[in-house]
């Protein structure tokens, strides 16, 4: 019954490899968001769709590409990974509108670490 | 604009005594603002949320929080803390839609036994 869920939980890879993170809601939300929150636990916001449609591409690096297949999925790639995309990535969902009557709701997080 | 700042990357606190976690806020329109918390190795849960309505706020697991305009404050507290409690806890505002969400640093709440 979990609401937004992630896979995989855990992610060790070395770098320049490709590799992808998961995400699905079945909340019936029409937003999807992925954050990545560092080793200082400061959370920043990488990217936000609307029904399948990038709405929000903060400045990141051109090896992130968010994949919405339909609204109840937001897949990360990535690619020629780099010590630096060491963190926990973070998708969440909300309805679109404001945040008081529609906060997200985020899953469990990936812990990627690059080697 | 807007920012947020949580006045105190850790707190230790004694179980049964008080919680207070504090955080400032600045904002160009009335904000809305949010407490999460995000237990270890788990996604970030909702505690509370405030707009313009009650400047006293409850959530859940006994938590509240009092908006306080004239101080540009939205402190946490708890009346008695419990070690289920410590966890990281993070200050969120926004004068918009959840797209534009900005989040403290975080505090990190430690219960002593």
């Known amino acids: 019954d979990t609401a937004v869920s992630q896979t995989p939980k855990y992610l060790v890879t070395q770098m320049g490899n490709d590799k992808s993170i998961k995400c699905e809601q079945n909340l019936g939300h029409d937003t999807m968001y992925w954050y990545k929150q560092d080793s200082k636990k400061f959370l920043k916001i990488m990217f936000s769709y609307n029904n399948k449609e990038l709405i929000i591409n903060e400045t990141v690096p051109n090896r992130f590409s968010p994949k919405s297949p339909d609204k109840a999925h937001l897949n990360l790639h990535i690619n020629s990974l780099e010590l630096g995309d060491s963190a926990v990535y973070f998708c969440a969902s909300s309805q679109v509108g404001d945040a008081y009557n529609s906060p997200l709701h985020f899953g469990n997080g990936t812990r990627l670490t690059v080697t | 604009a807007q920012s947020v700042t949580q006045l105190d990357s850790h707190v230790s606190v004694s179980e049964g005594t008080p919680v207070l976690l504090r955080c400032n806020y600045s904002s160009s329109y009335s904000p809305s603002l949010f407490w999460y918390v995000q237990h270890p190795n788990k996604g970030l849960q909702l505690l509370l949320k405030?707009?313009?309505?009650?400047?006293l706020v409850k959530g859940i697991n006994g938590f509240e929080a009092e908006f306080k305009k004239s101080e540009t404050s939205f402190h946490l507290t708890k009346p008695s803390a419990h070690m289920s409690d410590a966890a990281e806890y993070f200050c969120v505002v926004t004068t918009g839609s959840a797209r534009q969400l900005t989040f403290g640093s975080g505090t990190q709440l430690t219960v002593l036994p």
């Open positions: 405030y707009t313009s309505a009650a400047t």
